[in-house]
């Protein structure tokens, strides 16, 4: 069975194939670089399950396979749920990581150590061809650091400490992340899922 995963992020598509194989799920994962034509989707979507199904359903469409797609950000609590949606492109340039970060450092500077709650947000979104679609969340809760640390992962892995952990989320190893990440909980419902809902298709 071959599976698409609508993201040109080659630590994501690393990452899925790691979850669908713990997972024992017998899938081949394609990345979007196996498929140079498909133009990049706008995420016009006011949420996360909304971005991750209009990429799922148009690289679904575009492929004629089944896809999946995610959109995930930081939500901190004392900016409302911010960077939210806008999480990749927070301080105005899509992917500017270090920039995103220090915005964002910026922003909550002031802000005491007790009232520093935030977590990752995942929506994982699965469409058909056909049209069919389900929609799986995750999340990592946790505090915000206030300087980066870490050079794993990536987006704002390095300012985010999980609940439970003294380290960073850029602390972590691949393995360790994945085991608490908002993402792996996220695909490790779809993974569980993968089998019954294609055997269930008619």
């Known amino acids: ?18 979850i669908l194989g713990a997972s024992g799920s017998e899938v081949e994962l394609l990345g979007m670089d196996s498929f140079p034509d498909v133009a990049d989707v706008v995420e016009t979507g006011v949420t996360f399950a909304e971005n991750a199904l ?44 270090r920039a995103n970060l220090d915005l964002l450092l910026a922003q909550v500077g002031d802000v005491p150590d007790e009232h520093r709650q935030a977590q990752f947000v995942c929506a994982a979104a699965l469409a ?10 995750g999340k990592m809760p946790g505090t915000l650091l ?6 794993n ?9 999980p609940e439970g952990e003294t380290r960073s989320a850029a602390e972590l190893s691949a393995a360790e992340k994945n085991a608490i990440s908002h993402r792996g909980k996220a695909f490790r419902l779809l993974a569980a899922e993968l089998a019954t809902f294609f055997q269930d298709r008619p």
């Open 54 to 97: 209009l990429k799922a359903h148009a690289v679904a469409r575009a492929t004629q396979l089944p896809a999946v797609a995610d959109d995930s950000g930081l939500a901190v609590d004392v900016l409302g749920g911010s960077p939210g949606v806008f999480s990749a492109r927070w301080a105005g340039r899509h992917g500017d990581d």
């Open 1 to 18: 069975m071959k599976l698409v995963l609508a993201t040109h992020n080659a630590g994501k598509v690393v990452e899925l194939r790691q």
């Open 146 to 151: 206030r300087e980066p640390r870490g050079t």
């Open 153 to 161: 992962g990536f987006g704002y892995d390095p300012i985010l400490r």
């Open 128 to 137: 058909l061809p056909d049209g069919t679609e389900k929609v799986w969340y």
